[in-house]
C-alpha cells in the first residue's frame, strides 16, 4: 500500500459525458501527478500541482481538467468524453521538489462507450 | 518526443535465466528511477539513482547509472516467475518538472 488513494476504483460512462476523478495524496505529500495509461501503452504525464498550484503540464487535451485543494487532494475533471478516453488514470505523490520518487495510487479505470 | 528509450520491450524467458533492460536517453537526467507494473495496478518504486556510475543492488536486481547520466540498466539474475510484469524507468531532466516515464519493458518469466 502507497499510501495514495484514489477513487473511484471503476467508472462507466457514455460518450459527452464529464466525469471527476479524485486523489489523495500520502500524508505530508506536496506534489501530486496525474498519468493516463492507455491499454499496453506507457505512462503519459497529464499535469502536476504542487501545493495547490499548478506547476507543469503535460499531454492534457483542454476538455481535462485539474486541481489541488488547501487539504491537497486532487480532482481531475473529464469531460465531453470521447472511446479514446477510455483508459487507466494514475495520481501520484512526493514530498516536494528534489525528492524525485514517486508514489502510485490503484488507478482508476475509466470505460467511456 | 519520447526522451526515454527502453529496450527490448518484450521480453521471455525461461526461470532461472539472466536479462538485462536498457533506458537511453540524449538528455541528461539528475536521476533516475525503475519501478515495476504489475496489471490492473500502480508503478511500485524499485530504486533511484542519483551519481553517475552508480550501481544498486536490490537482491537479484543490479541498477546502473551511465557515467554521464544519461541512461541506465537493469540486470535480473536468476529471474523467477514473481518477476513478471512492466518495468519503467523514469525521471526528470535537469531544469524541468516534467516527470518522463520510458516506453516500458514487458518482461514474462515462464516456470
Known amino acids: 500500500d502507497s499510501g495514495v488513494t484514489q477513487t473511484p476504483k471503476h467508472l462507466i460512462t457514455a460518450t459527452g459525458q464529464r466525469v471527476t476523478l479524485r486523489c489523495s495524496p500520502r500524508?505530508?505529500?506536496?506534489?501530486v501527478y496525474w498519468y493516463q495509461q492507455s491499454l499496453d501503452q506507457g505512462l503519459q504525464f497529464l499535469i502536476q500541482y504542487y501545493n495547490g498550484e499548478e506547476r507543469a503540464k503535460g499531454n492534457i487535451l483542454e476538455r481535462f481538467s485539474a486541481q489541488q485543494f488547501p487539504d491537497l487532494h486532487s480532482e481531475l475533471n473529464l469531460s465531453s468524453l470521447e472511446l479514446g478516453d477510455s483508459a487507466l488514470y494514475f495520481c501520484?505523490?512526493?514530498?516536494?521538489?528534489?525528492?524525485?520518487?514517486?508514489?502510485f495510487g490503484p488507478g482508476t479505470r475509466l470505460t467511456v462507450l | 518526443t519520447q526522451l526515454l528509450e527502453q529496450s527490448p520491450q518484450f521480453l521471455s524467458i525461461q526461470e532461472g535465466e539472466n536479462l538485462t533492460v536498457y533506458c537511453n536517453s540524449s538528455s541528461v537526467f539528475s536521476s533516475l528511477q525503475w519501478y515495476r507494473q504489475e496489471p490492473g495496478e500502480g508503478p511500485v518504486l524499485l530504486v533511484t539513482?542519483?551519481?553517475?556510475?552508480e550501481v544498486k543492488k536490490l537482491k537479484r536486481l543490479t541498477f546502473q547509472f551511465g557515467d554521464a547520466r544519461k541512461d541506465s540498466s537493469l540486470h535480473i539474475t536468476a529471474a523467477q516467475p514473481g518477476d513478471t510484469g512492466l518495468y519503467l524507468c523514469a525521471g526528470h531532466t535537469s531544469g524541468t518538472y516534467k516527470y518522463i516515464f520510458g516506453t516500458g519493458t514487458r518482461l514474462k518469466v515462464l516456470a
Open positions: 500524508s505530508g505529500d506536496l506534489s
Open positions: 501520484a505523490s512526493k514530498f516536494r521538489e528534489g525528492h524525485n520518487e514517486q508514489f
Open positions: 539513482v542519483v551519481t553517475g556510475g
